[in-house]
């Protein structure tokens, strides 16, 4: 090899080494040192607040159909008052809708009254998750120097409010659960600054905290009683840096007296909420399965 393809040779290597030292000094710098700069805490639970439930949605569609067909009843009366000639097709048509009426006042009488049962107050607990003893946790897998590598990162910074309603467990409800993604932590610094500088950029005050907003609760069952442990799934919006996805956690809590104590569960893919993995050496093959897990303690909150 020639003297000049050495020293172009020579420039490369050089070059290479350099670029790749300014990605790891700007990981390194950006990714900063994890410690949380805004104080944790979601959003409270009223529990003065019915919970909504398919009955509410069944009056308010009634009420607002019976709304409609009045102010029908009511243009048509006037067209008949003004109208004396007024033929026979339209009373059909009045007179119809008179009875489309009663029956639809009716139903939502009957269905308000159901209703004003199912969603009567909650006496329920209202539990507050605590850190101590608490995690949350993201498991994927990649190849780290060749070897394939299961990475888990971990945070006890998680907050929310859960409500459970002992005698009608339909009325429980579940607030909006705060992560603070910033202090997730692996066995690795390195990964941990890239996590927070280019993947997460938790780094940033904008992006700090993952959100979790339940829209609903499925599989409650009828009664709970105390110390026993139920299943049931959990369906919201959970939101990771500015992208916002629908998720559903598989969830088992048992209530004990003095606190409640469960888990919950869901997958998600890298490509959901586009997270993508800088450039390093040594790493490959990092999965776009990514699991999510929290493991909650959360105690009653004083009256």
């Known amino acids: 090899m020639s003297r000049r393809s050495l020293n172009i040779l020579g420039i490369l290597i050089l070059m290479g080494i350099t670029a790749a030292v300014s990605v790891f000094a700007y990981i390194y710098m950006v990714g900063g040192d994890g410690r949380a700069t805004a104080t944790l805490s979601a959003p409270t639970i009223d529990p003065s607040t019915p919970t909504p439930n398919v009955l509410e949605t069944q009056v308010a569609d009634l009420q607002a159909t019976n709304a409609a067909l009045s102010t029908v009843v009511a243009g048509s009366g006037s067209v008949e008052a003004t109208n004396e000639a007024t033929t026979d097709a339209p009373e059909a048509t009045v007179e119809a809708t008179s ?99 280019e993947i997460l950029e938790s780094a940033s005050e904008d992006y700090q905290f993952i959100e979790f907003t339940p829209t609903s609760i499925t599989g409650l069952p009828d009664t709970v009683v105390v110390g026993s442990t139920i299943n049931f799934q959990v369906v919201g919006d959970l939101k990771i840096r500015d992208i916002t996805q629908t998720v559903t956690f598989d969830v088992s809590v048992t209530a004990g007296e003095d606190k409640l104590e469960g888990t919950a569960t869901t997958g998600v ?35």
Do not use: C, H, M
Not at 103 to 117: G, I, K, N, P
Not at 137 to 147: I, P
């Open 99 to 197: 009875e489309a009426t009663a029956e639809s006042q009716a139903a939502t009488e009957e269905a308000t009254a159901e209703a004003a049962v199912a969603v009567a107050a909650s006496g329920g607990t209202l539990y507050r998750i605590e850190t101590t003893g608490s995690q949350v946790s993201f498991t994927l897998t990649e190849d780290l120097r060749g070897q394939p590598t299961t990475v888990v990162g971990t945070t006890d910074q998680v907050a929310g409010d859960i409500l459970v309603d002992f005698t009608t467990p339909a009325n429980s409800k579940l607030g909006v659960i705060r992560i603070n993604a910033r202090t997730l932590s692996t066995d690795q610094e390195f990964r941990n600054r890239a996590i927070r500088s």
């Open 269 to 303: 893919t890298r490509a959901q909420y586009n997270l993508q993995i800088p450039n390093a050496p040594g790493v490959a093959n990092v999965s776009d399965d990514v699991t999510l897990d929290i493991k909650f303690v959360a105690s009653p909150v004083p009256a």
